[in-house]
């Protein structure tokens, strides 16, 4: 029976086996045109004079030009109303509980609700992404970066929490007000130590930072390098950040004050303080927190499921119940003076006037906002082409880093923190049937009326009621459901179920012929569990900072490794016909007599030409062993009437002596198929497959140069194959078919064998009735039917 089944179909081609230059002459290469500079410049010239080139640069610069005058209200409206509702009764705990982390006052979450979202629904290409305060680079990245900068002007991080709860910021104010004064700890002397830095100066500096890396890498095209920061780097970091997120949150979720942990275990040590000072904790804090997480994971795991069966996407706006609970509960019960439990405090009214960050600070701040750019910029294009591609547009990588830059920019004026795309927000954005970033529009006008109406109702909020919304979240992804749910561990836990070895090799039926499903040996899925072990492992052992880093040389130097190793196999042909693969991966696949076929699948390149050449050279066993079984092949021995051998030394005329002079060429020809050379190896002609060399540099070119005259030498034809266009035109450019004929280069591998096949015959028809001639006046030996080898000088 067919194993291509009867649903298969056949087809039958018949043409000419095609070398590159007839192929170029049958059909009529377009050799291409070089234009002067002049000519360049014209016609660039003319092309920015037309109407078309600046309709569409408008439309790149303000992306929403180009979905806004096709929004379809009757369909679109009510859902983005909804939705932009929605995401503000989340985003308002959410915001104000990220100050809490980066240290500064909770007002100043709210401000980063709003103007990020308006900047970047102009600007930005993704529909759904949720811009604003985000945990890892708002609250955990800037957070550390706030109490290093405040620790060098000789605040603590004890100090600023302190300043938080009494609402005296570090000014020169402050310290001729308190000069005969001590208040919460904060002396005379270390006021005077801190030249009126503020923690939010240092936010907004790092905010103008990422604004200004952002920007200057869109204007000269760099969207390109997010490509180079791999899934499971991602990952790998965002899972350990998350769980910085969380320990970040103890000293808040427990009423305790822990000392600042950087470096080394910054995390362990974090638990080892909370146990040394479990004295402290706050059993009035801890038991709130304890209800408001008991009642989100029960609306989270449980509730929202439920809903979302029955079809319902919105989730219920718990955390808004839990906000306007927990403010009723400590108005009336006057927790923060009866039971010391921190709240929010004032909220000024409206927006506030724009203010550029000091340029002292600035200096202080401008390599510390790399890593923040860095994945700020990354995770907002993650989630752009995620749900880009999930819904059908484009996101344009250059684009987001102007926007995002901007945005930063913008936002750093008007007190906001570092802003990128919110992982969770982007969620309920796209889920609860957002359509575009009208959603955020509407947002930004719900966060305007927090400001200036609901924002002092807010003033008696427990700081813990507002820290539950992502401490949930994480609890319910990292801790409750980390070998599970959590995206990071289920990307390690997916990797690693799918390189673990099969019990034994057996044969699958693929198309007609089979695939060997033998122990899987690829290092590929080791190298992606290794890049998310190393991003995940860097920042618990060592920081977010130098984890991040840690992670992207990793990544890079495996990617440096895998280029500079690609994969290469020996190819054969599938039950004679034209389809080649690799011999290793399909039992059908047989190698062609005297032939050996190589294909190399990747660029050839300086960093991978060695590797090249000594694949080469073992997979078709071109080796020293091999060149002294050639020159031992010159020395055979003539076989003479008395069927004794007779040295000869370096013979160069090769004929074959047969016992009857009346013979049928064709039989001799079956027995010389077989094997189409005369050395022991099997093979005297050699096919290089380039369908997947995508780039050849000068190195490259020497050494495949090099390496053709090596198999030559040893009177070894090598022909190439499949070559892209510009791959021949850097060999042209390269002379590199002034030695190498260009007749040698076919475009496929079977017009190469059907070439050779086709030369071999007609040569060793030839060669054997000019050496049937010449055997006719030897002695010849017993008649048996065997061909004999005989060199001569």
């Known amino acids: 029976m067919d194993p291509a089944g009867d649903d298969m179909q056949n087809y039958r081609i018949d043409r000419v086996a095609y070398n590159l230059p007839a192929f170029d002459k049958a059909f009529e290469l377009i050799e291409g045109k070089s234009e002067n500079l002049c000519d360049e410049v014209s016609k660039r010239f003319r092309i920015t004079c037309t109407k078309h080139y600046w309709k569409r640069t408008i439309k790149k610069v303000l992306p929403i030009t180009s979905w806004l005058p096709n929004y379809e209200i009757k369909k679109d409206l009510l859902a983005d109303f909804i939705v932009g509702i929605t995401v503000a009764i989340f985003q308002v705990p959410q915001s104000m509980g990220y100050c809490l982390i980066a240290h500064v006052p909770p007002v100043h979450g709210l401000y980063t609700a709003f103007f990020p979202a308006l900047v970047y629904s102009f600007l930005g290409t993704s529909r759904h992404s949720a811009v604003g305060a985000f945990a890892i680079v708002s609250g955990v990245m800037t957070g550390n970066v706030v109490t290093q900068v405040m620790e060098e002007n000789g605040v603590s991080l004890r100090e600023i929490e302190e300043s938080l709860e009494t609402n005296i910021p570090f000014s020169t104010t402050a310290t001729s007000t308190l000069s005969d004064v001590d208040i919460s700890g904060i002396s005379v002397e270390r006021t005077q130590m801190i030249s009126g830095i503020q923690p939010i100066e240092v936010a907004n500096a790092l905010s103008m930072w990422m604004g200004i890396y952002m920007i200057a890498f869109g204007v000269i095209r760099l969207g390109f390098i997010s490509i180079y920061l791999s899934e499971q780097l991602i990952s790998g970091f965002a899972t350990a950040a998350s769980l910085y997120v969380f320990t970040s949150q103890l000293r808040y979720l427990f009423g305790v004050h822990l000392p600042y942990n950087s470096g080394f275990f910054a ?41 979302r069966k029955a079809g319902i996407n919105i989730p219920f706006p718990i955390e808004l119940a839990v906000v306007i609970g927990g403010t009723l509960v400590s108005a009336l019960m006057d927790l923060n003076n009866s039971y010391n439990v921190q709240i929010v405090g004032e909220i000024k009214k409206g927006l506030p006037s724009p203010v550029t960050p000091r340029a002292e600070v600035l200096m202080t701040t401008w390599s510390r906002s790399i890593p923040l750019a860095i994945v700020g910029y990354t995770i907002t294009l993650t989630v752009g082409k995620l749900y880009g591609a999930k819904h059908g547009y484009d996101v344009s990588a250059n684009q987001e880093l102007v926007a995002l830059g901007t945005t930063n ?316 266009s510009h791959v021949i035109r850097i060999l042209e450019r390269d002379r590199f078919f002034v030695e190498f004929s260009k007749d040698r280069v076919y475009i496929s591998i079977h017009d190469a064998v059907l070439h050779i096949k086709s030369e071999s015959r007609h040569r060793i028809g030839n060669e054997t009735e000019k050496k049937v001639e010449i055997s006719r006046g030897n002695s010849l030996s017993p008649t048996d039917g065997r061909l004999t080898s005989r060199r001569n000088n």
Not at 269 to 286: C, G
Not at 567 to 578: I, P
Not at 601 to 612: K, Q, R, S, T
């Open 267 to 307: 995390i362990i040590q974090s638990y080892i303080d909370l146990v040394q000072h479990y004295k402290e904790i706050n059993f009035a804090t801890t038991l709130i927190s304890i209800i408001c997480c008991a009642i989100l994971l029960f609306f989270k795991i449980y509730v929202n499921e439920k809903m």
């Open 409 to 724: 920019i913008v936002s750093s004026c008007f007190g906001c923190l570092p802003s990128a795309a919110s992982l969770p927000r982007s969620a309920v954005q796209e889920q609860a049937g957002g359509r575009t970033q009208l959603a955020s529009l509407v947002n930004c006008g719900m966060m305007l009326i927090v400001l200036y109406f609901i924002g002092p109702l807010l003033e008696k909020l427990p700081n813990v009621c507002k820290l539950h919304f992502f401490s949930c979240n994480l609890t319910k992804s990292v801790v409750c459901s980390c070998f599970r749910n959590c995206s990071g561990f289920e990307e390690f836990t997916r990797t690693g179920e799918r390189i673990q070895p099969l019990q034994k090799s057996i044969d699958v039926r693929c198309g007609n012929f089979y695939l060997k499903n033998e122990l899987i040996n690829d290092n590929y899925f080791y190298n992606a569990k290794a890049i998310w072990m190393i991003s995940f492992l860097g920042v618990i052992i060592l920081d977010v900072d130098y984890g991040l880093y840690c992670g992207v040389i990793f990544s890079l130097l495996v990617l440096i490794y895998k280029s500079s190793r690609p994969k290469a196999y020996l190819l054969g042909s599938v039950n004679n016909s034209d389809v080649y693969v690799p011999i290793k991966k399909y039992v059908s696949a047989k190698e062609i007599a005297g032939i050996k076929i190589y294909q190399f699948c990747g660029p050839l390149h300086f960093a991978n030409v060695e590797y090249f050449k000594s694949h080469l050279f073992k997979k078709t066993e071109f080796t020293k062993k091999f060149v002294r079984k050639f020159l031992s092949k010159n020395r055979t021995s003539v076989i003479g009437k008395d069927g004794n051998s007779v040295e000869e030394n370096e013979a160069r005329t090769k004929y074959i002596c047969y016992d009857n002079p009346i013979f049928n060429i064709e039989n001799i020809y079956e027995k010389r198929s077989s094997s189409l050379n005369v050395y022991s190896n099997g093979y005297k002609y050699l096919i290089i497959d380039c369908s997947m060399i995508s780039y050849c540099d000068a190195a490259g070119i020497r050494m495949l140069r090099k390496i053709i005259q090596e198999y030559e030498k040893r009177e070894i034809s090598v022909y190439l194959t499949c070559c892209i």
